[in-house]
């Protein structure tokens, strides 16, 4: 992932004391941390019993890929990430129902077990967590959370992690972050950074259930909009059923379900491809995308929309959306994506890990 790791001389001095990173979306955990490490699985949790645990551990028909998404956290047993996926359902919280105590300490340390496999302990760690911003309590909840010990299991062992330091940081803080420091934690100094970091900035996050967007003034939040159930995820079901309903009425073509893998593929191309065919879709697909642009141009309009300098995009929707956001950035002359598209749904943990090194190095 160019452009995202650390230099090796920041990664080799918080090896000694890691951050660890939780960026917890409505529909996916991306994590990464001080070590080079990253991880997005399924924003999903179950509870189960010791016997459902073992059984897991046990069951023949599961490789070690599945397996190790079976956990004992504390005295509690878990499915997590894609384990935790029912009938294509993810078993999982939305909005501030994330960050409760047996909710959010539990994804922490099911995350850390992830992404150190072989390790039995982590010492003096700084765990940084991103939340939505304008709501102070998050961050005495989550602090109140995360810092302190923790033990998870799996089949990897058994993992202690002392947290020492919480931070906790706003999601579109961080895609700006992402933006103006360096690998090496150190701020660029060029005009991107008086432009973001100087006067008014508007951050649009397409996020998988929502479209959240902020203003920031002089790199600090000042206002905040957001429209719940309007995201990438609603989109893709809404456009799935249109294009359904339109090769039924217009080609007597009957799709039960159209997989992901094929609206991926839909949505690339603007075709679809069937056994009987291909057809093309594509002025379908700019209608829902409009649609879904015109919400998030109403959420500009409530916090200034251009009367800002600048225009950030980020929020893993965004890569679907690239394209489209590029023709007129809705009248913005000086835009930025807080990441390339393939990789942007890690930019505000990126910068959250970027954020957490440069303040720990300016103590």
Not at 50 to 56: A, D, G
Not at 245 to 274: C, F, Q, Y
Not at 299 to 322: M, P, Q, R, S
Not at 327 to 354: H, M, Q, S, V
């Amino acid at each position: 992932m160019s452009g995202y790791v650390l230099s090796a001389s920041i990664q080799e001095r918080f090896g000694r004391e890691p951050i660890e990173v939780a960026d917890l979306g409505n529909d996916q955990l991306k994590a990464v941390n001080s070590f080079g490490t990253s991880l997005t699985i399924p924003n999903a949790l179950l509870p189960i019993t010791v016997e459902e645990y073992n059984t897991i551990l046990n069951q023949p028909m599961l490789d070690d890929d599945q397996r190790q998404y079976a956990f004992k956290v504390g005295t509690a047993y878990y499915k997590a990430g894609p384990l935790a996926v029912i009938g294509g359902k993810a078993v999982s919280r939305t909005g501030s129902d994330r960050y409760q105590a047996d909710y959010l300490p539990i994804l922490f340390a099911i995350m850390c077990r992830l992404m150190h496999e072989s390790s039995k302990s982590l010492q003096n760690v700084t765990a940084t967590i991103t939340h939505p911003p304008g709501n102070g309590q998050y961050a005495k909840d989550i602090t109140k959370l995360i810092k302190g010990k923790h033990r998870v299991t799996n089949i990897y062992g058994t993992l202690t992690i002392e947290v020492a330091r919480c931070l906790t940081l706003e999601e579109g803080t961080c895609g700006v972050y992402n933006l103006i420091l360096n690998s090496g934690t150190e701020v660029i100094q060029s005009s991107l950074l008086q432009g973001l970091l100087q006067g008014s900035t508007a951050v649009l996050d397409f996020g998988g259930h929502n479209i959240a967007a902020t203003q920031l003034l002089n790199g600090q939040y000042h206002n905040f909009r957001v429209a719940y159930q309007a995201g990438i995820l609603e989109f893709r079901y809404q456009l799935e059923q249109l294009i359904r309903s339109h090769l039924k009425r217009e080609e007597g073509i009957s799709l039960d379900v159209i997989p992901n893998w094929l609206m991926d593929s839909i949505l690339a191309t603007g075709v679809v491809s069937t056994g009987t065919g291909s057809y093309n879709v594509k002025a379908l697909i700019d209608g829902s995308v409009q649609s879904l642009l015109a919400v998030a141009e109403g959420l500009l309009a409530e916090i200034g929309g251009t009367a800002n300098t600048n225009l950030v995009f980020t929020g893993g929707g965004t890569g679907l959306l690239h394209d489209y956001l590029r023709k007129d950035a809705f009248g913005f002359r000086t835009f930025y994506f807080a990441g390339d598209p393939e990789e942007i749904r890690f930019a505000n943990a990126y910068g959250a890990l970027k954020l957490t090194a440069h303040l720990l190095r300016k103590g």
